[in-house]
């Protein structure tokens, strides 16, 4: 064999050995784009329950942020509630037989009232709202039973002395009313059912 002949076969077996080693199987090859796309599947669902959370996140530091400025008075609104109580008992200490023909306990007496007024209109723009409770039915969620009261003629559990009012700060009770509950009356809240037909 000449010098020519063996420097011809030799670059055409050089190509062919990389021919064959670049040659996968092809079960191989589909056996690893089945991996990377599982993995990309993967990284997929990874990003969208990344992002999922991070939604939350946002959620609830708005809203917790919403409420810190929403009840940030809730600690001096329940001191200042004291406050308009005193005035509503200094009135009610004063009895209108007493005001009448005295300048001076009129004129203090009105003052009072201006000063309540006053207060409470404040409250209502800091969204501080009276509980209902005379005549109301019992809710514990916005009353506190201090007695009960023998009342056949009011309907059991209805309130029918309040004590002291109670007060909410927008949605979420700042402080129950104390309250006196009927009792010795007709059940009420649909239990009434006449049975005698």
Do not use: C, W
Request: glycine share 6%; charged share 25%; no cysteine.
């Amino acid at each position: 064999m000449t010098q020519d002949q063996t420097a011809e076969q030799t670059p055409a077996a050089e190509s062919a050995e990389p021919a064959a080693e670049s040659a996968v199987p092809p079960a191989a090859e589909s056996d690893h784009i089945a991996e990377l796309e599982a993995e990309i599947a993967r990284l997929k669902n990874d990003v969208l329950y990344a992002k999922a959370e991070t939604e939350n996140t946002r959620r609830r530091l708005e809203q917790q942020a919403e409420d810190r400025g929403k009840y940030a008075i809730s600690n001096i609104a329940k001191d200042v509630l004291s406050v308009a109580d005193n005035l509503r008992r200094a009135l009610d200490s004063v009895p209108a037989t007493a005001r009448e023909g005295n300048e001076s306990l009129t004129a203090l007496t009105t003052g009072v009232e201006m000063t309540e007024r006053e207060l409470l209109a404040t409250f209502e723009r800091y969204g501080i709202k009276p509980v209902s409770a005379q005549g109301e039915r019992f809710d514990p969620n916005l009353h506190q039973a201090m007695m009960e009261m023998e009342d056949p003629s009011q309907i059991e559990g209805t309130v029918v002395l309040v004590m002291q009012a109670g007060y909410t700060l927008h949605d979420r009770l700042l402080r129950p009313a104390l309250v006196g509950v009927a009792k010795g009356g007709p059940k009420g809240g649909g239990n009434n059912v006449d049975t005698s037909v």
